[in-house]
């Protein structure tokens, strides 16, 4: 868990993390009519969930460890949207009512091509969702479908997005998820990753900012050895 | 040891077993029904499910799919909203034809584990429980199977009703266990059929990702699922674990 705690409730993060594949028009844009071939067979209809679990989580400053053998990690900068009160079968324009605040997450994968059953070891390895640096009311920013995202490396910029162009904005993403599972407080639903994610190497050090939110950092090192 | 925790009388409370129901930590002798029961587990970590961890069940779900223990782990990760207690309802879709039960082993992490070894790893288990993790194959598709919405909905995760510690389980690869609708065996097997065994899953996990306790790792489900529908009382039961009672109602339309 990153040590994370806010001036206002839910005061602490709960240590569930939802991540959204494919939420980018672009990105699923981009796999074309694959998604209607082997093994997808149709688009997705339903957004595509996955879980950050909580040994992945760190806070702003880690350094996360590239595991050996792999030469390059996946960088997605999202917004994550920090729940405030429990949401089940909210309607969109509701759901950001139950929105506390909002803080910025590092989705770190290791690179892979196939969306169909991709094993968590890619996803879900110790540090690999840097979290932080704070948690912002919503007032912080303007609006949330239209914000800038930028990914540097070594404090060259590699990635300049937005968190526009979404299959589902903030609250229709939230508003769907919310009609099956509750999102409880301090849970965090990111809104998904731009196309074109950077990919980033041991000894780089990198920050995700986003429009209003300042910048997360955190350092990729060499894993120790078994 | 066998532990519970139960709601009674406006406060939660740890119980243990009791020739008349359960008894709570303050003493006072319950029927097993005069309480709500809990998932046995306080303080609930990250829930780690495996698809596919038994040679039967590979084979009914397709002649072309093959899984051995040579091959990667299936897993995939849950919430801990989608957890229920013992003899609770869960809410069956209104529009799903196709849900059906899964008795699975469910091992809770007692000591952290990182980079263990098979040998080493059932030292790191606090102790076991039954899961029913309900699937609802209506909304199985195709990117990041199976999907939240097929295996993370509210209520649909079902644990208990004891936390049976390690000690009293001696070979956790000999247990029986089987599914009963409206009494009716409906899926029987034995942990000796898991693909990946316990101690190999604790390996596996460890080796990228830290266990902690309060983890729980549901270890699949042998052959013989089959739907269930609204008024069901499932019954899914582990030998020597324990007989994790649960009833399917109807989903309620959304309050206006």
């Known amino acids: ?226 | 040891m066998r532990s519970a925790r139960v709601a009674f009388d406006g406060a939660i409370h740890d119980a243990v077993p009791h020739a008349d129901g359960l008894q709570l930590a303050d003493g006072r002798v319950l029927a097993e029904d005069a309480v709500v029961w809990l998932p046995p587990v306080a303080e609930i970590g990250t829930i780690i499910a495996l698809g596919l961890n038994y040679a039967d069940h590979v084979k009914e779900l397709s002649k072309e799919l093959t899984q051995t223990s040579k091959d990667e782990p299936l897993v995939f990760l849950k919430t801990a909203g989608s957890l229920l207690g013992h003899r609770a309802r869960t809410r069956r879709p209104v529009d799903a034809a196709f849900m059906h039960y899964e008795c699975e082993l469910a091992v809770v992490i007692g000591r952290r584990a990182r980079r263990v070894k098979a040998a080493d790893a059932l030292a790191h288990v606090q102790g076991y429980t039954v899961c029913n993790d309900y699937a609802i194959r209506d909304y199985l598709e195709n990117w990041y199977r199976p999907n939240l919405r097929v295996k993370n909905r509210d209520g649909a995760t079902v644990l208990g009703p004891w936390l049976v510690s390690a000690d009293e389980v001696p070979d956790p690869q000999a247990l029986a266990l089987g599914t009963r609708v409206n009494g009716r065996v409906v899926q029987q097997g034995t942990t000796a059929n898991m693909i990946h065994t316990v101690a190999a899953l604790i390996e596996y996990l460890s080796d990228f990702m830290t266990l902690a306790p309060g983890d729980i790792i549901l270890t699949g489900t042998p052959e013989g699922t089959v739907n269930c529908d609204v008024g069901d009382e499932v019954v899914c039961e582990i030998e020597g674990i324990g007989r994790l009672v649960n009833t399917l109602v109807a989903d309620a339309p959304p309050a206006p």
């Not at chain 1, 939230?174 to 639903?189: E, W, Y």
């Not at chain 1, 429009?211 to 894993?223: D, K, P």
């Open chain 1, 1 to 226: 868990m990153p040590a994370l705690s806010f001036d206002f409730a839910p005061w602490r993060l709960s240590g569930t993390v939802v991540g959204v594949l494919l939420n980018h028009r672009p990105a699923l844009a981009a796999l074309g009519d694959a998604v209607n071939a082997a093994p997808y067979k149709a688009a997705p209809k339903a957004p595509v969930l996955y879980v950050k679990p909580r040994n992945t989580q760190v806070g702003d400053g880690a350094c996360v460890a590239v595991p050996a053998g792999v030469p390059e990690l996946e960088v997605g900068a999202a917004l994550g949207l920090v729940i405030g009160r429990s949401a089940y079968r909210v309607s969109a324009g509701d759901a950001l009512a139950h929105v506390a605040g909002l803080v910025i997450v590092a989705d770190l994968s290791v690179p892979h091509e196939s969306f169909y059953r991709p094993s968590v070891r890619l996803k879900a390895r110790d540090g690999f969702c840097p979290i932080g640096p704070r948690v912002w009311p919503l007032s912080a920013v303007p609006a949330l479908d239209a914000l800038a995202v930028r990914v540097a490396v070594d404090g060259r910029s590699v990635h300049e997005t937005s968190t526009g162009e979404r299959v589902r904005g903030a609250a229709k993403l939230l508003a769907d998820v919310s009609g099956f599972m509750t999102l409880a407080p301090g849970d965090v639903l990111l809104t998904g990753v731009a196309a074109g994610a950077p990919r980033v190497a041991a000894g780089h050090a990198v920050s995700v900012a986003i429009e209003g939110l300042g910048a997360l950092s955190f350092e990729l090192v060499t894993e120790e050895p078994a």
